[in-house]
């Protein structure tokens, strides 16, 4: 008899509220697993995609940066009796960048956006001052005078770049890097003499294929630079950032002047070349959220509904004495992580938006359908439906928002704190 009874005690309880409540908690914490699983995959897929961008760009070619163009004199040091270079800025440095973003090149499920883009430099020189350093103007090579340049991606450079320096003509050739871990590349002029030329300006074309990035340094005394492009995303880095721009749907105008007082290098530097490329300005040319980034946004709200979703059916258990098995919260839970499976896969081959559209649809559908076996009413069935479109639109709305995300989600949070604070006003739950 009180074997009995104490099996009556043990049934009555887990057929309690109080029970079904940690039950219910329990598994949507358990669901969390899963739901880790789906972030692991999203995760893997976008290395995978980086990986496969990385090599397609590189084949195309990759970001541009351009230091230049330098005059370089070769003088006799009077002390050491040993050969050393010197090196000059322009007075006036003119750049004027177009930017044409082409059709992303496409491997197997994965796109690169890659660009072309047309470069011209002009300016001037004035006349390279030796006097501070003590060096004879007699200890000056002028007749072994050459223009330098430093940049990147060389292999992806589209012709012949060449100087035109006052009425003369003259084409840059590789020079061999000798330091192994330096990715900066040297161009360098043939000999002229310096003298013939002085205070001449000078006009360069150079067409790059690339990709991700532009960055140019400002090494005139004066800096005025123009960047165009039909990239509505860009994203203005580096030291210095335009100081005016205008962004449209179909692209960007952004320009800039720096003046040498603005940055902390010399016009003039003796034996080395500096670094200089913490000083450049750069415009990225990236996709600012891809799809995958949405995909993890996405999945980060995965315990936000699932718990709400459970909320939701036992709130309708509790009020309408419906019981709903804990093997039918599980299924619902695991229709709910299909949604983030079914959202990646999509995606990989269409647009975030129609991917989210149609996962949505078939887990709300599927939910729904469900919902009427188990409630044995459409009136509850048609009340689940309802809501969860709008939770599934709240979180894609979320998603897409960036600077106003947090303000809307708390909003929208405190709304549906709101709503389940009134429906569950009535409930008596000392009678459940």
């Known amino acids: 008899m009180e074997i009995s009874n104490s099996e009556n005690e043990q049934k009555s309880f887990f057929q309690t509220t109080t029970a079904k409540m940690i039950m219910v908690g329990l598994l949507t914490l358990t669901l969390l697993l899963p739901l880790s699983y789906v972030q692991n995959l999203i995760t893997e897929r976008s290395q995978r995609q980086k990986e496969v961008v990385a090599e397609t760009t590189s084949k195309w070619g990759e970001s541009v940066y351009f230091y230049g163009p330098i005059l370089k004199i070769p003088y006799k040091d009077p002390i050491t009796l040993r050969i050393e270079n010197a090196f000059f800025f322009p007075e006036q440095l003119?750049?004027?960048?177009t930017t044409e973003i082409k059709t992303p090149l496409q491997r197997s499920i994965y796109k690169s956006n890659v660009f072309t883009t047309k470069m011209q430099f002009s300016g001037n020189y004035v006349q390279p001052k030796f006097g501070k350093k003590n060096i004879?103007?007699?200890?000056?090579?002028?007749?072994?005078?050459?223009?330098?340049i430093r940049t990147t991606n060389l292999k992806s450079?589209?012709?012949e770049v060449k100087i035109k320096f006052g009425a003369s003509n003259f084409t840059f050739e590789p020079i061999h890097n000798t330091q192994a871990n330096d990715s900066i590349e040297s161009l360098e002029t043939g000999y002229f003499n310096y003298n013939t030329l002085k205070n001449a300006p000078f006009h360069i074309n150079i067409t790059y294929n690339g990709s991700k990035r532009i960055s140019i340094v400002p090494i005139g005394k004066t800096t005025d630079a123009r960047m165009t492009s039909n990239w509505?995303?860009?994203?203005?880095n580096g030291s210095f950032i335009p100081n005016d721009k205008k962004i449209t749907n179909k692209g960007f105008d952004a320009t800039w002047k720096i003046l040498h007082f603005n940055r902390p290098f010399a016009q003039e530097n003796f034996e080395v070349l500096p670094e200089l490329s913490k000083y450049a300005f750069a415009v990225d040319f990236i996709t600012p959220v891809d799809e995958?980034?949405?995909?993890?946004r996405a999945?980060?709200?995965?315990?936000l509904v699932i718990g709400l979703t459970f909320l939701i059916f036992f709130l309708i258990q509790s009020i309408s004495k419906i019981s709903i098995h804990i093997f039918q919260y599980t299924m619902i839970g695991i229709a709910l992580i299909m949604f983030y499976t079914l959202l990646i896969s999509i995606t990989e081959h269409s647009s975030f938006s129609l991917a989210y559209a149609i996962a949505g649809t078939s887990v709300v559908a599927l939910i729904s359908l469900y919902s009427i076996s188990i409630l044995k009413d459409k009136k509850f069935p048609g009340f689940i439906f309802i809501a969860l479109s709008v939770l599934y639109t709240f979180i894609y709305v979320i998603i897409q928002l960036e600077d106003y995300a947090l303000l809307v989600g708390s909003i929208g949070l405190f709304l549906i704190l709101a709503a389940v604070m009134y429906f569950s006003r009535k409930i008596e739950w000392n009678k459940q």
């Open 299 to 303: 999945s980060k709200y995965g315990f």
């Open 157 to 159: 450079v589209n012709d």
């Open 292 to 296: 995958y980034q949405q995909n993890e």
């Open 136 to 148: 004879p103007t007699d200890n000056v090579y002028w007749e072994k005078a050459s223009i330098v």
């Open 232 to 236: 509505a995303s860009p994203n203005f």
């Open 94 to 97: 003119t750049s004027s960048s």
